[in-house]
């Protein structure tokens, strides 16, 4: 009797301390585009473009005042390429991006960490995959997974209540039916139907003729697109040019494979920091510095007030 007591106990515990815990995991890349396309444009005392930097660092300053706010982790493209340009010529590469706001890169990292925030800087895998692969580690310690982003790519990620997306911008949450009602196909089909239907934003073809309307329709019946029959007369579905959709799929399918494998996010590699590091405690010693480079000296009286 007393094992069981104390067992019981111990969950009654934990259960109090997850009742409202939640882990922000913010998209660090989308955040520093964001800012650099929205906030005015300023230069440190060398001349280099910092207007992003100092956007976000105010930015993530606001979030930390929030009050369900307590375990945050902010991931980073270091360099923008992955483990999928290997496997694809087309992916998405760092071709074309402003050099002011590629200078910006290394220093928002560092801001971030003088906020005394956890940042991952991602240079095998993307910021996404660090997202997805923090959402499985944290998600069973925690009552609710926060990703802060809009990226469709994380779509694939949410489940319920429990892992939901955050458009900080728009202030609009998205839960797993949100996904259902906007794409028309479970979370766990998003990679399928972008390897359908492609994604020019991160240099994803697709397969010819399939469109959004028709690949949600097969999708939502069959999930996968393995599943899906060769000869569309044995379709469960009825699909506008099933023939054509078929035929080009079948001409295809190692194609579609690979476009699918490049819209899986990674799951599989765990993140060095517990739950535990993640909790925000105050800023580093090199917030003072930071904040008066970026000319945002009202920060560090803020956070101060905060921690």
Known sequence: MGLLHTLFMAMEDRSRMLAGMRV???????????????????????????????????????????????????????????????????????AGIDPELWAQFPIVEAATRALGVVAWPMVELEADDALACAAVAYRDDVEQVVLCSPDKDLYQCLDGEKVVLW???????????????????????????????????????????????????????YRHLEAIPSDPADWAVKVRGAKTLAANLEAQREDAALYKT?????????????????????????LAAMADRLGAPEVVAKVAALA
């Open 24 to 94: 922000h995991l913010i998209d660090g890349t989308y955040e520093l585009f964001r800012m650099f396309f929205g906030a005015p444009s300023s230069t440190d005392a060398e001349g280099i473009e910092i207007g992003a930097t100092r956007a976000w660092l105010r930015s993530l300053a606001g979030l930390l005042a929030q009050d369900d706010v307590t375990h945050v982790a902010v991931a980073f493209d270091h360099v923008i390429e992955s483990f999928r340009n290997e496997l694809f010529d087309g992916y998405k590469t760092g």
């Open 167 to 221: 458009d900080r911008r728009r202030d609009i949450v998205m839960d797993d039916q949100a996904v259902v009602a906007k794409v028309g196909v479970e979370p766990e089909s998003i990679p399928d139907y972008l390897a359908l239907v492609g994604d020019e934003a991160d240099g994803i073809p697709g397969i010819p003729r399939w469109g959004a309307k028709s690949t949600a329709t097969v999708l939502a019946h």
């Open 262 to 286: 490049l819209a899986t996010l990674r799951t599989d590699v765990a993140p060095e920091e517990s739950l535990e590091d993640l909790r925000w405690k105050g800023p580093a010693p090199t």
